[in-house]
């Protein structure tokens, strides 16, 4: 069955403190993969995307995420995080078919001290 | 300036009533999403319209329905509002990639605000 399984369901860190988020996923066939995020009240913005091509993404504001193919993973990555990253974060997944539909996780909880 | 756009923003009803959500995107793309966010956060698609066609329908109570007048708008009609469909609603839209008349994929999907539904 297709899913995606996010490990960490609240995480809480300092800031400066180094960040990585597990994302791990079942999918048939060549898949996308995404990283969103949800400030406190806000809907869903995009951080970064892997449709093909290096397995290493940059994202906005800092994010960075790998691909794994061998470990279906796709960890999502700062060096040192600021209170303003306090959010929600998906890991979503979809196909290449044309009614593949995006599978979401069920999203961390990231809570930066300041 | 918008590229999502959703309204209302907030709705609180009776149970029982019937209500509208509606959803318009300004980006030029094709296919358009109706997602379910409950309280704990999970993200769940309901319906999805690649030009005006439902492609994607998951299981959801036939008292949801999506109605697609063009392109731009998706609007979700919701009969007979029960307590368990209180939740945040969110629409998205994304551009089917193609080559020659062939799909490639689909791409990235941009969300809406949401409409935070409460059932009374």
């Known amino acids: 069955a297709q899913s995606v399984s996010q490990h960490n369901h609240h995480v809480i860190l300092s800031e400066a403190a180094s960040l990585e988020l597990g994302c791990n996923y079942s999918?048939?066939?060549?898949?996308?993969l995404f990283w969103y995020v949800q400030y406190p009240g806000q809907h869903l913005q995009l951080l970064l995307k892997y449709f093909s091509g290096d397995p290493l993404v940059k994202g906005i504001k800092g994010f960075e995420a790998e691909f794994i193919k061998s470990k279906f993973s796709f960890n999502l990555r700062k060096p040192s995080v600021q209170w303003s990253d306090t959010a929600e974060y998906f890991c979503?997944?979809?196909?290449?078919?044309?009614?593949?539909?995006?599978?979401f996780g069920k999203g961390t909880r990231l809570h930066i001290l300041p | 300036d918008t590229a999502v756009s959703q309204t209302p923003k907030y709705l609180v009803t009776q149970m029982g009533n019937d209500k509208s959500i509606k959803c318009e995107q300004n980006?030029?793309?094709?296919?358009m999403y109706w997602y379910k966010q409950d309280s704990k956060k999970f993200l769940k698609i309901m319906f999805s319209y690649n030009n005006k066609e439902l492609i994607i329908n998951e299981t959801v109570p036939n008292r949801f329905s999506p109605k697609s007048p063009d392109k731009a708008h998706l609007n979700l009609h919701i009969n007979s509002l029960e307590l368990g469909d209180s939740a945040v609603y969110f629409c998205?839209?994304?551009?089917?990639?193609?080559?020659?008349?062939?799909?490639?994929?689909?791409?990235?999907?941009?969300f809406g605000p949401g409409t935070r539904l409460t059932v009374l």
């Open positions: 998205a839209s994304s551009l089917q990639r193609t080559s020659g008349g062939f799909f490639l994929r689909t791409d990235t999907q941009y």
């Open positions: 980006l030029g793309h094709d296919t």
């Open positions: 979503a997944v979809n196909g290449d078919n044309r009614d593949d539909k995006i599978i």
């Open positions: 999918y048939g066939g060549t898949v996308n």
